[in-house]
């Protein structure tokens, strides 16, 4: 059976545009139309059932699917709050119909494909995806499939057909991790989320960048793991309690552990910042009205989903050019408060 691939390169163009032709998608100059149709006709090729579908008829929706955690308020989180806003905001200004919220149980396949073959949606995006092997092969399918989708703040490197909007982690944790050793701390420990999140993955090789840059060596000084809730950072308080001979500064991978790690912390009788100068990362609200205001990296969470919903609109108005998939990687900055002051013995220098 003849592919798309096999069609593009007979019609002497990209496989979006034997897409957006088959698919009736779009601008076409007649000239490239009837070269895809004649190609397509001589391989004899079938058009995907899926994308037929999706040509004949559009619901006006762009469905959103989030992870279910049971007793987990997602909307009240900074992080599920500043994507759907981005989210909204391009829509807001967009010519598709509206916004469709779904749920799929974290871990577990989904099936995405038939939400675009009951007309549901003409578009998908997919916030808190993992690496898991169901999810990531459910996703994957829609890369089959070829229809519009983006997957937020989630990198596939082994899938590049995969459409990705993403910050940039790594140099994120590294800069923050690189102020504490420019304030003179050395055992710096890190605070890292679940490791089948690709950003927990990348938060983690920037940490370790910085220390690996300064002398430090993995052994040296421990990494503890949490969920990216508040709950997870009280909770690893009593570990980084029982290693506090061996940590004069603590970085996390989110300001909701920071807060519960120093909230645990004082329950012990720390003295934060005294004691144990503790960052963030992602400069949520509280980060800034917590005691001590912590020292974060601002993460562009809006943009990330606003750029995700404005390429996915683009594309489904036919003005998206030859790409049909795209990766980008936002930058992160540094936002520096009193959770990680200069050390005594820095100040009379």
């Known amino acids: 059976m003849a592919t798309r691939k096999e069609v593009a390169r007979m019609a002497g163009v990209s496989e979006a545009t034997v897409s957006r032709v088959l698919n009736g998608v779009g601008p076409i100059k007649e000239s490239t139309r009837r070269r895809v149709l004649e190609a397509a006709e001589k391989l004899n090729y079938q058009l995907n059932a899926v994308a037929a579908s999706f040509a004949r008829g559009r619901s006006g929706n762009i469905g959103v699917v989030l992870p279910h955690v049971p007793k987990v308020h997602l909307f009240s989180t900074y992080y599920f709050a500043e994507i759907l806003s981005g989210i909204g905001e391009a829509v807001q200004g967009g010519e598709t119909g509206g916004l469709l919220l779904l749920y799929r149980k974290p871990g577990e396949a989904y099936d995405y494909v038939s939400l675009f073959r009951s007309r549901r949606v003409d578009a998908c995006l997919i916030l808190g995806a993992s690496s898991l092997e169901p999810e990531r092969q459910s996703i994957s399918r829609l890369a089959d499939e070829g229809v519009p989708f983006c997957v937020v703040d989630q990198r596939f490197a082994e899938d590049p057909r995969i459409p990705t909007i993403v910050a940039d982690h790594v140099e994120g944790t590294y800069r923050a991790a690189r102020l504490l050793l420019d304030l003179g701390y050395r055992r710096i420990g890190f605070l890292n989320g679940a490791p089948q999140y690709s950003n927990s993955r990348d938060r983690l090789a920037g940490y370790r960048k910085a220390l690996e840059e300064a002398g430090i060596g ?67 609200d509280a980060a800034a009205l917590f005691d001590p205001p912590l020292t974060t990296v601002e993460v562009p969470f809006f943009e990330m989903g606003k750029l995700a919903a404005e390429r996915l609109i683009k594309r489904l108005s036919g003005n998206a050019g030859e790409e049909e998939t795209f990766q980008a990687v936002l930058p992160t900055r540094l936002v520096i408060r009193s959770s990680s002051p200069i050390r005594e013995e820095n100040e009379s220098e």
């Open 218 to 284: 993995g052994e040296a000084v421990p990494v503890f793991e949490g969920n990216y809730s508040r709950k997870s950072g009280y909770e690893a308080a009593e570990a980084v309690h029982r290693e506090l001979h061996r940590l004069d500064a603590m970085l996390c991978a989110n300001d909701r552990m920071a807060i519960g790690l120093i909230q645990g912390l004082r329950e012990r009788g720390c003295r934060i910042p005294r004691d144990l100068p503790v960052v963030g990362y992602d400069n949520s």
